[in-house]
């Protein structure tokens, strides 16, 4: 018998929305569908063009096509859903039909509420207002309601901190946010802005966030991000930035003045000894300028109103990470962040003549039983045969696209192998799983099948298997050399 493992993880379902860079409306809309979605301020916003405009790189380095560029953002995110904000958009892209979506997908509608997908976070408030705000604190609490004074600066407002759709059928997700938390009223302005920056508040669009574990893979250093507030493109930017680098502080241009002296006192104090390391490596915030902004403006506004006085604390950035590109091999690779709401570990003998698994799939306590909704959330399952023996396939080729397998006969539909292991959409609490696993010898016969490729083991390829099940898989070889060589 093998022993196998499978560590399974909960979290949220990840959509990427596919949108027109210069298309302010439907940019405001993504940030209102994504503040009412668990998790939702980790879910990408890619950028859709047919051609590569001129701002996208402001020295006019880049070689690349529009489809490349698309396609470089999907690997980064490896979405589990395409949301098209135009249909077709998603056309070419090589992706499951039945998991592209319109943006009216996105949700439960009170009336069509089996046609959405995704958990609201309706039940999230439900829940802390149980545990914790239905009580009086004597100190209040640090929730806020944001809107913008400006109305032109909306889309930034709910980029930051969240806003609501304003369909009927979806406002009792404000008003429940409302009942919930009586949250403390914003007018956001600079000043409002910089008081917000210096507290620990709490917006909407973090709460969506609730019992998720953030695993941030990046080692960059703090970063201040100088954007133009009224810039779809440059809300893009920053809000994917947000999923990839941990600490990236956001300052509006049209504000940059008033708010220079907060700036300047944030690129002094984060100005520290690296903690824990002996070579004199100091932390130093980065102050990067969006693609929006001319190239021509960017170091007299720097010069003005983000340069100190202090050795060494100045860093000056000018272009966007490419972060639909790959990293280097040479460097440490950049990589999106990782989610968790939950993990268990199920270990388990293999029989070799029927290799099945039986997974509990893992919920959000806070969750109705049922729901209403197709998709609500994913599990993520790694596999790992730890007897030596190498009977059981438990890694399969990359494709979170369109995968013609594994299907491990899994009662979920699709299973989707992706770098973080095996991902499924879950749509009821307490249902029981059990796959049908592979040796290798079928696993990889049935992914070239396929692929339509016509292959069987050959004579001395079965000779090689029997002789590895002999010995227990390659680890019995190497015991078994050692023995007769001690």
Not at 32 to 56: A, D, E, S, Y
Not at 60 to 74: D, K
Request: aromatic content about 12%; overall charge negative.
């Amino acid at each position: 018998m093998s022993s196998l493992s499978a560590v399974v993880t909960l979290r949220p379902i990840r959509f990427a929305f596919l949108v027109r860079p210069d298309n302010t409306k439907l940019v405001h809309e993504i940030f209102k569908i994504n503040t009412c979605l668990w998790g939702g301020r980790f879910n990408p916003i890619i950028p859709f063009f047919r051609q590569i405009p001129k701002w996208w790189d402001r020295h006019g380095g880049s070689f690349e096509t529009a489809l490349q560029v698309i396609n470089g953002y999907l690997d980064a995110f490896e979405p589990d859903f395409l949301v098209e904000t135009e249909a077709g958009m998603a056309n070419g892209l090589g992706f499951d039909e039945d998991r592209v979506l319109q943006l009216e997908n996105i949700l439960g509608r009170k009336k069509k509420f089996s046609e959405g997908n995704g958990l609201d976070v309706f039940d999230i408030y439900r829940d802390l207002y149980n545990k914790k705000f239905q009580f009086v604190s004597r100190d209040g609490h640090d929730v806020v309601d944001v809107t913008p004074k400006q109305k032109s600066l909306g889309a930034f407002g709910a980029c930051l901190f969240g806003g609501f759709p304003e369909e009927d059928e979806l406002k009792y997700l404000h008003q429940g946010f409302v009942d919930a938390f009586a949250p403390r009223e914003v007018e956001l302005t600079a000043r409002t802005l910089t008081e917000l920056h210096r507290s620990q508040y709490t917006s909407a669009l973090r709460i969506g966030s609730s019992t998720i574990n953030v695993n941030y893979h990046d080692h960059n250093d703090p970063a201040i991000f100088v954007m133009d507030a009224k810039d779809p493109r440059d809300l893009i930017d920053y809000w994917n930035l947000r999923i990839f680098q941990r600490h990236v502080l956001p300052i509006p241009i049209q504000w940059l003045e008033e708010m220079s002296p907060f700036c300047k006192e944030v690129i002094e104090s984060n100005h520290r000894p690296l903690p824990g390391n002996p070579n004199g490596v100091m932390i130093r915030e980065t102050v990067m300028f969006a693609r929006s902004i001319a190239t021509a403006d960017i170091e007299p506004l720097y010069d003005a109103h983000l340069k100190v006085n202090k050795a060494g604390a100045n860093v000056l950035q000018v272009w966007y990470p490419s972060i639909w590109q790959p990293s280097p091999s040479f460097t440490v690779r950049r990589t999106r962040c990782t989610l968790s709401a939950g993990e268990r570990r199920f270990d388990t003998k293999i029989d070799s003549d029927k290799p099945e698994i039986r997974l509990d799939t893992l919920y959000p306590e806070f969750a109705d039983q049922y729901g209403g909704i197709e998709n609500r959330w994913a599990n993520v399952v790694k596999l790992d045969d730890w007897s030596g023996k190498a009977q059981i396939a438990t890694v399969f080729p990359t494709d979170y696209k369109s995968p013609k397998g594994p299907k491990f006969h899994a009662p979920f539909g699709k299973i989707i192998p992706t770098t973080e292991g095996f991902a499924y959409f879950v749509r009821f609490k307490n249902v029981p799983n059990t796959w049908t696993l592979d040796d290798g010898t079928s696993a990889i016969g049935k992914w070239l099948k396929e692929n339509n490729i016509d292959a069987e083991l050959s004579d001395a390829g079965r000779s090689t298997q029997q002789i590895i099940q002999a010995l227990d898989g390659f680890g019995g070889g190497r015991q078994s050399f050692a023995s007769r060589h001690c």
